[in-house]
């Protein structure tokens, strides 16, 4: 049984540059939420998609947007990136069908902005 | 604004020792709370207490939620040098159905010495 994959595993852009993050969720899973984990923080919510819509979201700017396919995978793109994007970037999944609030994660995407 | 704090932040312990980490939240529509513990990137699911009083356990590793004074316990007994990790403490909060997402605390970076 497949988990949570994301990819790339590393990352590295400049300033400015625009970025696209994958996700592939656990089988049997249908939600895919984003969170971004900066050194020594907690990991952040970003925002949380089903049925290829966006739910819910965190307090991050419209520079960060995303996007659920019909096989439930999704993207997280960033724009105008900025040195403090620099962060592992986590996707978790989740089944709305359960009706359970534990998500799995991804191992994650380190994204260096220089 | 919700709010999940995690105490100690971090912890050096030596094997054996029994440890307590601490997390105090203060959130709208509380739904449920959770434990994950993270060594290199994903964190991997522990725990979700969802009712008052009810202690969880698995192996040398208990927790317990008291929704009346908004806090949860984690537990780690007779610890090893494989416990060290962030363990992260969550709350789960939405407005109903299948909406919610999940709120983080900074985490408590517990380090076992052999």
């Known amino acids: 049984d497949a988990g949570v994959t994301q990819s790339p595993t590393h990352l590295i852009k400049t300033r400015g540059q625009q970025v696209t993050l994958r996700c592939s969720p656990k089988?049997?899973?249908?939600?895919v939420s984003w969170y971004q984990q900066a050194l020594g923080q907690g990991p952040q919510f970003i925002f949380q998609y089903y049925e290829e819509e966006e739910r819910q979201r965190g307090n991050f700017p419209d520079r960060f947007s995303g996007h659920q396919f019909p096989n439930y995978s999704s993207e997280l793109n960033v724009n105008a990136l900025l040195l403090g994007d620099s962060a592992l970037y986590l996707c978790?999944?989740?089944?709305?069908?359960?009706?359970?609030?534990?998500?799995?994660f991804g191992p994650g995407t380190r994204l260096t902005v220089t | 604004e919700d709010k999940v704090v995690q105490s100690p932040l971090s912890l050096v312990v030596h094997e054996g020792d029994t440890v307590t980490l601490n997390c105090s939240y203060e959130v709208t529509n509380f739904r449920s709370l959770l434990w994950y513990k993270q060594e290199k990137k994903a964190p991997t699911f522990l725990f979700m207490l969802t009712s008052s009083g009810i202690e969880k356990k698995s192996g040398r590793l208990s927790s317990i939620l008291d929704k009346k004074e908004l806090f949860s316990i984690l537990n780690i007994t007779a610890t090893q040098t494989g416990d060290s990790a962030i363990y992260l403490c969550a709350v789960a909060t939405g407005s109903g159905g299948s909406n919610y997402k999940l709120t983080f605390g900074k985490g408590t970076l517990l380090t076992v010495n052999p």
């Open positions: 089988s049997g899973h249908d939600t």
């Open positions: 978790a999944s989740s089944s709305r069908v359960l009706l359970s609030y534990e998500q799995y």
